[in-house]
Every structure is written in C-alpha cells, then in structure tokens.
C-alpha cells in the first residue's frame, strides 16, 4: 500500500492500516474483508489532513495563536479558542490534487450505487479511539458540500470538548490528526446499537440491542426512545424485551442534514425491527466478536427500500467499553455531557 495515498476504498485497507486511515477507516476496511454488510464508502487518511494543514500555512498560525493564549484553565476559554481555530481552519481552501482526489472518489460511489449526488455521512476517524468529541455530517450530497464538510471535520479537532479532553490529559492541544470517513448514507427505516456483550454487568453470554425509528444518531446520542432486546448468545433467542413509548426520530433533511420528526401515534409502541431481523443481527455481530476476538459496540442500520437479508447495513465496530472497567472522573462526565449536546440535531 502507497502511504502517499491520499483516498482509500474500505476494501483497500483493513486494521493494521489504522495510523494511516484512523480507527473508524480501518475498522470498516476490517468489515468488508470479513464479509459484513457495510454501505459501500471511502477513507481519506490523516496524511490529507496534515498535508491540509502545512500547504495552507494554518498548522503554523494554529500553533503560534495557542502559544500566545499562555495557560488554558477553564472550559469557556476552550469554546472562544474553538471559534478562532476552527474559523481559521474553515477560512482556508482545500490543496487543488486533494480535491481533485476526494471528488474522483465521490463520483465513482455515485456511479458504483448509480445515484447521482449519492447522500453520503462524514465522519472523522482519528488513530486513537476518541467517542464523541469529533464532528460528524449527514446526509451530505455533491461535490462541493462533500469539500466542505471534510473540512469541518478537520476543523473539528479543535472543537471545544477536544481541546479540553487532550487539556485534561496533559496531551498537547494541536496534537490529534483527523481521517475522514466518506459513506452512503442509508436513510433508515429502523437503526441501532449492538453489545456482544452486557456493557453494564460485563456478561458475554447475552447479546444487547437498542433500537428506534429512523437513523442511528438518536440512539447513539440518547436522544429518542429505544426498543431494548437482551438476547442468548448461543442460541440466538430473546430472552427479554422492552418497546420503548418512540414518539419522535431523526431523519434525513429534505434539504440536506438531518431534522426530528414524529412517529405517527399507532407506530409508537410498535417493535421497529422484525423477529428476523433482530436475528440476524445478532447473528452477525456474534460473528464479527468472533472474527475481532473480543466484543464489540456496532452500529447498524435497516434500509427500507431492499429486503429482508440485504437490507441490514454496519456503519461502525469497537470493542466495548465495560462500566466496570472504566474509571469515572468529572471531567470525564463533562466530556460526556458536551458530546451528547453536539450529537443532538
């Protein structure tokens, strides 16, 4: 593989490319040489990202407007920083041979889904794992809007929950670099999470699904009303649910991004995933755990417009995080509560 690169296919890469692609690239690559049903997409590496940040002069002047700010002590000061940065960031124009990359790419996902203007998600993958402090842009079409929201993304690690994480963790505050992850978009009829494991209890033998209406964000932010499911592992069979009161999703924009909208009154309390697509579901993530040899937290998504098997879409994987291996701090619940706030349309 070249490093000088500057856009990836997911089939080009897979985990040990994780310096080069970021995690979120890697671990897609990951999927597709595994087999699982991924929405067809792009990783552009970090490499882009600091040629971006050279070519343009932006590194430096970055550098020597956080030199001149002295010691940053309180959280408000991170936001005003933001602004300045991410403005700086945004202000500048993306290398002429990286656009030329990025779009070639952008029209060959068109072409190979045959849809112009192919609604895409972009989403920041850094190397190291860092939930909820990057940007993420949905529902995103053309050329132009998919430019700039790869700009956004690289603008957004400086946004005002990463400078205070790498703040906290005495890590320097323009270290981080950016990949980008460019994807289709599937305008979800249902979507989720799945555990391989009880996140909470540490159980392995059970399986956790958390499901609404519409797209993942809602989930994933804690936003809307969830359908829960605790299912056996071995067998596959659930043992326990729970259908969540679900009176609002998020959506696609007609516009382009995403907006709420609520859930007609007689669908409210009904399950959002079929017993065969719960199944399979659980069945493949079960397989994922086992091809990844640890448990995973996946996202997923059910397009309504293909059937039953091809219709179940993995956008994300990453071992899962146990309650009781995590050691809860303050700022650790700041960061929590600022990335749910960013995450909410």
Sequence with gaps: MSKDKLVFWFEEVGQEH??????????????????????????????????????????EKI??????LGKISEITQCEDTSKVIR????????????????????????????????????RSGAPTSRPGLFETYLNVRGKEEVLQQVKKVWSSAFTARAMWYRLAHDIPVDSDVLGVVVQKLVNARSAGITFTADPVTGDRSRIIVEASWGLGEGV????????????????LEVIEKAIG????????????GIEEKDIPVDKQLVQCLSEQELKEIA????????????????EWAIDP???????????QTRP????????????????????????SP
């Design 87 to 122: 403005s700086m960031v945004e202000k500048k124009e993306i290398p002429n041979y990286i656009r030329e990359e990025i779009c070639s790419c952008y029209n060959a996902l068109c072409e190979k889904v045959q849809i112009t203007d192919v609604p895409v998600s972009i």
């Design 320 to 343: 899962v995080k146990f309650a009781t291996e995590k050691t809860r701090t303050p700022i650790d619940r700041l960061l929590d509560i600022m990335a749910k706030r960013a995450l």
């Design 305 to 315: 417009d293909l059937p039953f098997p091809n219709n179940i879409y993995f956008f």
């Design 245 to 256: 009161n679900k009176t609002f999703c998020i959506t696609c924009g007609k516009e382009g």
């Design 18 to 59: 994780n310096d080069i692609v970021g995690k979120k690239g890697a671990n897609l690559g990951e999927m597709c040489r595994l087999n699982m049903p991924v929405a067809p997409g792009f990783a552009i590496p970090t490499d882009a990202y600091r040629r971006f940040m050279a070519e343009t002069g932006v590194a």
């Design 283 to 298: 069945r493949l993530s079960k397989l994922l755990e086992e091809c990844l040899g640890q448990p995973q937290d996946i």
């Design 63 to 68: 550098s020597k407007y956080i030199a001149s």
């Design 220 to 235: 994933v932010s804690d936003k809307v009303q969830v359908d829960g499911f605790v299912i056996n592992k071995e067998t």
